[in-house]
């Protein structure tokens, strides 16, 4: 049998993701999927909040030395989670069934910032 190494990095982010899906659900949200995956890129979580999709993108940082994790969610990252998030709907057919929104989850330490509709899409 072949095992996988899995980095600390990883595990960390996993744990991360855990975290503020435990929170967004405490929160009321539903969840539907976690590491949506497609060419354009990944979506850490997928929700639902009543009528609307959530596209979740969650950052961790152990301290906040250099910066909020919620800033490390640049321009080139937000079109690469619109894209993805783009071809989540098309592959479930949601296109112009649902309103969505992007929303970032930072924890820094232990604590947990949400920043709901952290960024909209430009046409």
């Not at 539907?32 to 890129?41: K, R, V």
């Not at 080139?76 to 989670?81: F, G, N, P, V």
Request: aromatic letters at 12%; proline letters at 1%; charged letters at 30%.
């Amino acid at each position: 049998m072949i095992k996988k190494k899995i980095s600390m990095k990883k595990l960390i982010g996993q744990a991360a993701e855990i975290k503020a899906r435990a929170y967004l659900e405490k929160h009321g949200l539903v969840w539907i999927c976690s590491n949506y995956f497609c060419p354009q890129g990944e979506i850490d979580l997928i929700m639902r909040d009543r009528e609307t999709l959530v596209f979740v993108e969650v950052r961790y940082r152990r301290r906040a030395d250099y910066g909020e994790s919620v800033e490390t969610v640049a321009r080139r990252k937000q079109q690469r989670l619109i894209k993805t998030a783009w071809h989540y709907l098309l592959e479930t057919h949601q296109v112009d069934k649902v309103n969505g929104r992007f929303d970032v989850i930072g924890l820094i330490g232990d604590k947990i910032y949400w920043i709901q509709n952290a960024f909209e899409v430009q046409y």
